[in-house]
């Protein structure tokens, strides 16, 4: 006579089997798949489940809390709903693999002028982590072919530093910006949303503590409170984002020499002041901006147009970048 409880023994061992299997495959994959990332030259790299944990939920409540002051201003795009659920954004979505590129060189420009934000001083950040995780979406096709696979890098919908907090690459600072321990936060982000269910990482606990250099030292109060950052405040938004015809006179007085971006509450973070530097060709400064000057107000539109091709500093349109040059004359702070 059979034995039913032998059977079903033998089958619950079978199926445990099989599941520590699968549960190793996917922690090797996992572990593969990151270390593919660092190898493409990425900086740091992790992975988030969807729909990931209830730390989520808060970031997406903040999100809602600093739409509804209306801090975002223009950027009207920031509004989309799509950011709030990630699972829109490719049918079937499981997991997250989180890169942060390390954007900051030893030829970066020490400013004493005309200022330009460290972050574009190089080729075009979109582009660049774009292709490296082009070549690890080839690469995922090889080793798991029914695996789909979504790039988003800055332009899609999605709740960037929540998702790379989600993935253990460091915390969301008092300046808003991502923290590294080691790296610091010089570093843009990209993202590939998967199909294929992956062993997650850690996230990391803020390690801001009682520091608010960021806070204290932004000219123009900005951050108004931990975490939250008044875009009309902002020094960056107004130079980058805002289409207005001329500067608030607030911003203006403070604007201390930046045309393009600031650097402030990231150059005063006492997590940057030992973040090792990237000196790939990709983080080269362009000339034309380590030798930005008054004279430059003088460029037609076709030599602005020339100098910003294949950068990220394209989205500032010429009458902006005279704008911003014009507004630096009035301030009394720098001599040009």
């Given at each position: 006579?059979?034995?039913?409880?032998?059977?079903?023994?033998?089958?619950?061992?079978?199926?445990?089997?099989?599941?520590?299997?699968?549960?190793?495959?996917?922690?090797?994959?996992?572990?593969?798949?990151?270390?593919?990332?660092?190898?493409?030259?990425?900086?740091?790299?992790?992975?988030?489940?969807?729909?990931?944990?209830?730390?989520?939920?808060?970031?997406?409540?903040?999100?809602?809390?600093?739409?509804?002051?209306?801090?975002?201003?223009?950027?009207?795009?920031?509004?989309?709903?799509?950011?709030?659920?990630?699972?829109?954004?490719?049918?079937?979505?499981?997991?997250?693999?989180?890169?942060?590129?390390?954007?900051?060189?030893?030829?970066?420009?020490?400013?004493?002028?005309?200022?330009?934000?460290?972050?574009?001083?190089?080729?075009?950040?979109?582009?660049?982590?774009?292709?490296?995780?082009?070549?690890?979406?080839?690469?995922?096709?090889?080793?798991?072919?029914?695996?789909?696979?979504?790039?988003?890098?800055?332009?899609?919908?999605?709740?960037?530093?929540?998702?790379?907090?989600?993935?253990?690459?460091?915390?969301?600072?008092?300046?808003?910006?991502?923290?590294?321990?080691?790296?610091?936060?010089?570093?843009?982000?990209?993202?590939?949303?998967?199909?294929?269910?992956?062993?997650?990482?850690?996230?990391?606990?803020?390690?801001?503590?009682?520091?608010?250099?960021?806070?204290?030292?932004?000219?123009?109060?900005?951050?108004?409170?931990?975490?939250?950052?008044?875009?009309?405040?902002?020094?960056?938004?107004?130079?980058?984002?805002?289409?207005?015809?001329?500067?608030?006179?607030?911003?203006?007085?403070?604007?201390?020499?930046?045309?393009?971006?600031?650097?402030?509450?990231?150059?005063?973070?006492?997590?940057?002041?030992?973040?090792?530097?990237?000196?790939?060709?990709?983080?080269?400064?362009?000339?034309?901006?380590?030798?930005?000057?008054?004279?430059?107000?003088?460029?037609?539109?076709?030599?602005?147009?020339?100098?910003?091709?294949?950068?990220?500093?394209?989205?500032?349109?010429?009458?902006?970048?005279?704008r911003n040059i014009k507004a630096n004359l009035k301030n009394q702070k720098i001599n040009?």
């Open positions: 006579m059979v034995c039913l409880s032998k059977i079903t023994f033998k089958r619950n061992s079978v199926h445990n089997k099989v599941m520590i299997n699968k549960h190793r495959e996917k922690k090797e994959f996992s572990k593969r798949l990151k270390e593919k990332a660092i190898n493409e030259g990425f900086t740091i790299s992790g992975i988030a489940l969807i729909p990931g944990s209830s730390r989520l939920k808060l970031r997406t409540n903040a999100l809602e809390r600093w739409l509804s002051n209306n801090y975002h201003g223009e950027m009207k795009w920031m509004e989309a709903d799509r950011r709030k659920n990630i699972s829109s954004l490719l049918e079937g979505a499981k997991s997250v693999l989180s890169v942060g590129f390390t954007y900051i060189s030893s030829q970066n420009k020490e400013e004493k002028t005309l200022k330009v934000g460290k972050f574009s001083q190089g080729d075009d950040y979109h582009k660049v982590i774009y292709k490296k995780l082009k070549n690890i979406g080839k690469w995922i096709n090889l080793e798991i072919p029914d695996c789909k696979w979504k790039i988003c890098v800055d332009t899609s919908p999605l709740l960037e530093k929540a998702w790379a907090e989600e993935s253990g690459l460091g915390w969301i600072g008092k300046n808003s910006n991502l923290i590294n321990k080691k790296h610091g936060s010089w570093f843009t982000l990209g993202f590939m949303i998967l199909t294929e269910e992956l062993v997650p990482d850690k996230p990391q606990q803020s390690l801001c503590g009682k520091c608010e250099r960021c806070i204290v030292e932004c000219p123009t109060k900005a951050i108004v409170q931990p975490f939250v950052i008044q875009s009309d405040l902002c020094i960056a938004y107004h130079t980058i984002e805002s289409r207005k015809k001329t500067i608030p006179k607030k911003i203006e007085k403070n604007l201390n020499g930046w045309v393009a971006g600031c650097d402030i509450c990231q150059d005063v973070c006492p997590w940057n002041k030992s973040a090792p530097v990237n000196n790939t060709f990709e983080n080269t400064p362009k000339e034309w901006i380590k030798n930005l000057n008054v004279d430059s107000l003088s460029w037609d539109d076709k030599t602005w147009k020339e100098n910003l091709k294949g950068t990220t500093l394209k989205r500032i349109k010429p009458w902006m970048w005279r040009i």
